[in-house]
């Protein structure tokens, strides 16, 4: 579907401005997504399974793969195309290692299919596909919609610098974050919605180490991010140092609360996790939608010059917005383990 979007109108679909530069590269969006669609699915199968070893390889394999070859092609001159190839790299080198594990340990893997338990489960749990992908894809929307809101009213160089910003803090803090959700959501699986007062103990648990974990490293960018991205960057890069000392808080709040989410898919609440991820499509976009530059072409509001219109405060708004946000999901996610 992706592919015959591209093919019919997406060379001209959704692209302003300096951002046409990406057309060039749109063709290779349905390799990555599909890539990345068996690269999910066998991991879920993993986690389910709790072979968490080879999640971990899964990892490693797909990092080192796509670091190598963005290095290799950057050094033959081959850029920003080598970064796209990069992240196709990283999703099939992952997909491989999954398919390869599952096949030495079970060679009829791939080969036995019982197709009435297939049709059973589909329509026992058919809210998951008919409602929960929606979900994931506000979810995704408000996690890209920033980068894509700043470049266009403010310039792509802004949005290089959050994006900078936002891969730095993110990178690490998603390694172990996701390493923890995916442990995190085994056991509650196991456990399942018969046993909700041992989840919400575990949730609890979970919270208050996460938050012990990342308390230094998040203290750390708030008080020395400028400086330490000057250092390892170069003084033009100053202002990421400084986006990612506005962006560690809402960090912290995502890296502590992130595993949380899948409370909702345990207990079934696909409406619920719906509505979260909605209202976090319209705190991002209701942010960047007002505090955008007056002289901007989309101005249909009349705002006079104000000093806070300024990317650093939009910024600034954003993270407090999205900060109570997550406050939000842990009392939901916590309430519906606790109410059940």
């Known amino acids: 579907l992706t592919g015959l979007t591209i093919y019919t109108v997406g060379a001209s679909f959704g692209f302003a401005g300096a951002a046409k530069s990406i057309e060039p590269y749109l063709w290779m969006l349905p390799a990555v997504i599909f890539a990345s669609g068996i690269r999910q699915s066998l991991l879920g199968w993993a986690v389910r399974r709790r072979d968490f070893s080879i999640v971990t390889r899964t990892k490693i394999a797909g990092s080192l793969s796509s670091t190598a070859s963005k290095i290799l092609l950057g050094a033959f001159g081959i850029k920003p195309f080598g970064l796209i190839v990069g992240l196709l790299v990283e999703e099939i080198f992952a997909a491989l290692s999954l398919f390869l594990f599952f096949v030495t340990r079970r060679p009829d893997f791939f080969l036995k299919f019982d197709w009435s338990a297939i049709k059973k489960l589909a329509i026992r749990y058919s809210k998951f596909p008919l409602i929960q992908t929606w979900s994931q894809l506000l979810l995704v929307l408000a996690t890209q919609l920033p980068i894509l809101m700043i470049g266009y009213f403010y310039g792509l160089e802004y949005a290089g610098l959050f994006g900078l910003a936002q891969a730095m803090i993110n990178t690490p803090m998603n390694l172990i974050g996701q390493s923890v959700s995916q442990v995190y959501f085994a056991e509650i699986a196991r456990f399942g919605m018969r046993q909700s007062e041992r989840i919400y103990q575990l949730s609890l648990s979970m919270l208050r180490k996460m938050l012990l974990l990342s308390i230094l490293p998040v203290g750390f960018l708030m008080l020395f991010g400028p400086e330490f991205f000057v250092i390892i960057f170069g003084d033009e890069w100053g202002s990421s140092g400084v986006y990612v000392r506005y962006l560690a808080p809402l960090m912290l709040m995502q890296f502590v609360s992130s595993p949380l989410g899948n409370i909702f898919s345990v207990f079934e609440k ?71």
């Open 270 to 340: 696909q409406i619920g996790q719906f509505l979260i991820n909605l209202l976090r499509v319209f705190l991002v976009a209701i942010n960047f939608l007002l505090n955008r530059p007056r002289y901007h072409k989309l101005n249909w509001v009349c705002l006079q010059n104000a000093p806070w219109q300024t990317i650093e405060n939009t910024i600034l708004i954003y993270v407090i917005l999205l900060s109570f946000h997550r406050v939000l999901v842990v009392f939901v996610t916590l309430g519906i383990a606790r109410s059940q």
